[in-house]
């Protein structure tokens, strides 16, 4: 038998870079949001291909953000998809809007975009699809179910005038890096929202970024003013009024508190600059992971292919023909052996927050059987070939044991 190991999930990968980059955010004084905040922020666009980005203290807020500036709220409704993580709904209750579910396609991990429609009413001002595992989901059939129904829009906001549909905020949390047919993402939807959460391929401990692409509209002006929303409305952030005699300041609507910092940034700025190099190996952990694993008749998520280049945050995979007393079985004996696995993701409706809003998963049968049996392996840059070829051989073990024993 193989010689037991232990293989973490997502731990994050920090190196002399990140230690340099934050040691020098703190000798420097400034370690709120100041000029490595913004440098951050200018590099990301640069990496991205964005109009603009504005950072937060999570993708979460980003979100929020967004949904606030287009003046969402109380009476309007925001479909984003039943198999994702409450964050991308939560947000939509937090501006006090209506939720709106939309199952999955059969056998996928994106909302059914032929369903899509029938959920867009003259209340609808926004979508959120759900780039999963670090795949874009299909866009462009997304944007052409929108068109579909451009007559049900009706725009209530400046911001919302300067579109001709409903608009897209893609909950891009898992795909920074990630390019569809040549666009990366952060500029194929209206907006786009990116996490930096420790367990992400680019981490800052937390953070989040929007993207957004040019428009109908004054992007420095929105930027400015998702700059007031961050820091309670408050028109100098501290940077502005170090300068001197430049105290003043006024505060031009009661904001939030959401802003990122400088060591934050500090840590984003030295993995953006190591990032090609990490997409660049989780390529390869994918790879081996997908031959390894070929002989089990698994249904692993394709990060490439139909023009599409995932960021590869996430190695899902399915279990067909196999019931959830399996799979929980499985991450039993893969804990076992020392591998922790997940589950990405309990879809909303199972949750007792949106039961308590009135969803049943009964209405959702292609998000509870996607869930079902889906299992998620360690995925990261810190695991070497060999860390890779011990989860598939504890997988081949668990599974050849559970069937044995009769488990299905």
Same mark, same amino acid.
């Given at each position: 038998?193989?010689?037991?190991?232990?293989?973490?999930?997502?731990?994050?990968?920090?190196?002399?870079?990140?230690?340099?980059?934050?040691?020098?955010?703190?000798?420097?004084?400034?370690i709120t949001t100041g000029p490595k905040t913004k440098e951050f922020?200018?590099?990301?666009?640069?990496?991205?291909?964005?109009?603009?980005?504005?950072?937060?203290?999570?993708?979460?807020?980003?979100?929020?953000?967004?949904?606030?500036?287009?003046?969402?709220?109380?009476?309007?409704?925001?479909?984003?998809?039943?198999?994702?993580?409450?964050?991308?709904?939560?947000?939509?209750?937090?501006?006090?809007?209506?939720?709106?579910?939309?199952?999955?396609?059969?056998?996928?991990?994106?909302?059914?975009?032929?369903?899509?429609?029938?959920?867009?009413?003259?209340?609808?001002?926004?979508?959120?699809?759900?780039?999963?595992?670090?795949?874009?989901?299909?866009?462009?059939?997304?944007?052409?179910?929108?068109?579909?129904?451009?007559?049900?829009?009706?725009?209530?906001?400046?911001?919302?005038?300067?579109?001709?549909?409903?608009?897209?905020?893609?909950?891009?949390?898992?795909?920074?890096?990630?390019?569809?047919?040549?666009?990366?993402?952060?500029?194929?939807?209206?907006?786009?929202?990116?996490?930096?959460?420790?367990?992400?391929?680019?981490?800052?401990?937390?953070?989040?970024?929007?993207?957004?692409?040019?428009?109908?509209?004054?992007?420095?002006?929105?930027?400015?003013?998702?700059?007031?929303?961050?820091?309670?409305?408050?028109?100098?952030?501290?940077?502005?009024k170090t300068r001197a005699g430049a105290w003043e300041y006024d505060?031009?609507?009661?904001?939030?508190?959401?802003?990122?910092?400088?060591?934050?940034?500090?840590?984003?700025?030295?993995?953006?600059?190591?990032?090609?190099?990490?997409?660049?190996?989780?390529? /390869?952990? @994918?790879? %081996?992971?997908? +031959?390894? !694993?070929?002989?089990? *008749? #698994?249904?692993?998520?394709?990060?490439?292919?139909?023009?599409?280049?995932?960021?590869?945050?996430?190695?899902?995979?399915?279990?067909?023909?196999?019931?959830?007393?399996?799979?929980?079985?499985?991450?039993?004996?893969?804990?076992?052996?020392?591998?922790?696995?997940?589950?990405?993701?309990?879809?909303?409706?199972?949750?007792?927050?949106?039961?308590?809003?009135?969803?049943?998963?009964?209405?959702?049968?292609?998000?509870?059987?996607?869930?079902?049996?889906?299992?998620?392996?360690?995925?990261?840059?810190?695991?070497?070939?060999?860390?890779?070829?011990?989860?598939? /051989?504890? @997988?081949? %073990?668990?599974? +050849?044991? !559970?069937?044995?024993? *009769? #488990?299905?």
């Open positions: 038998m193989t010689e037991q190991r232990r293989v973490s999930f997502s731990p994050p990968d920090i190196t002399q870079a990140e230690i340099d980059e934050v040691v020098d955010a703190l000798k420097s004084g400034w922020e200018r590099e990301l666009a640069s990496f991205t291909g964005a109009e603009r980005v504005a950072t937060f203290a999570s993708a979460t807020a980003a979100l929020e953000c967004a949904l606030r500036a287009l003046g969402v709220g109380p009476g309007d409704e925001v479909v984003t998809s039943a198999y994702t993580y409450t964050a991308s709904c939560s947000v939509i209750c937090h501006v006090g809007a209506t939720p709106v579910l939309c199952d999955v396609a059969p056998d996928s991990y994106e909302m059914d975009y032929d369903a899509l429609p029938s959920l867009v009413t003259d209340r609808t001002c926004a979508v959120i699809p759900v780039d999963i595992a670090g795949r874009m989901v299909d866009y462009q059939r997304l944007f052409a179910a929108l068109d579909g129904v451009r007559d049900r829009w009706k725009p209530a906001t400046q911001l919302q005038r300067a579109f001709d549909r409903v608009i897209v905020l893609a909950d891009a949390a898992h795909s920074l890096g990630a390019v569809q047919d040549g666009r990366p993402s952060g500029t194929v939807a209206d907006f786009t929202a990116f996490s930096f959460h420790a367990v992400k391929n680019l981490t800052t401990a937390e953070g989040g970024a929007l993207a957004w692409r040019a428009g109908a509209f004054d992007s420095d002006e929105l930027y400015h003013q998702f700059m007031l929303m961050a820091l309670h409305g408050q028109t100098k952030d501290a940077l502005s505060i031009a609507f009661p904001g939030w508190k959401c802003n990122m910092t400088d060591l934050q940034a500090a840590l984003g700025l030295a993995q953006l600059r190591r990032y090609p190099a990490l997409l660049a190996r989780r390529r /390869e952990l @994918v790879e %081996r992971y997908e +031959a390894g !694993l070929a002989d089990l *008749g #698994v249904d692993m998520l394709q990060h490439y292919g139909d023009g599409n280049e995932s960021s590869r945050h996430l190695m899902l995979v399915r279990l067909p023909g196999k019931t959830s007393a399996f799979r929980n079985a499985l991450i039993e004996r893969l804990a076992d052996d020392g591998v922790s696995a997940n589950v990405h993701y309990k879809p909303l409706p199972m949750l007792t927050a949106y039961r308590d809003l009135g969803f049943d998963i009964a209405d959702f049968p292609n998000a509870r059987a996607q869930f079902e049996n889906e299992v998620t392996l360690p995925l990261h840059t810190l695991l070497s070939d060999d860390d890779v070829d011990y989860v598939v /051989e504890a @997988v081949h %073990r668990a599974w +050849a044991a !559970l069937e044995a024993e *009769g #488990v299905r």
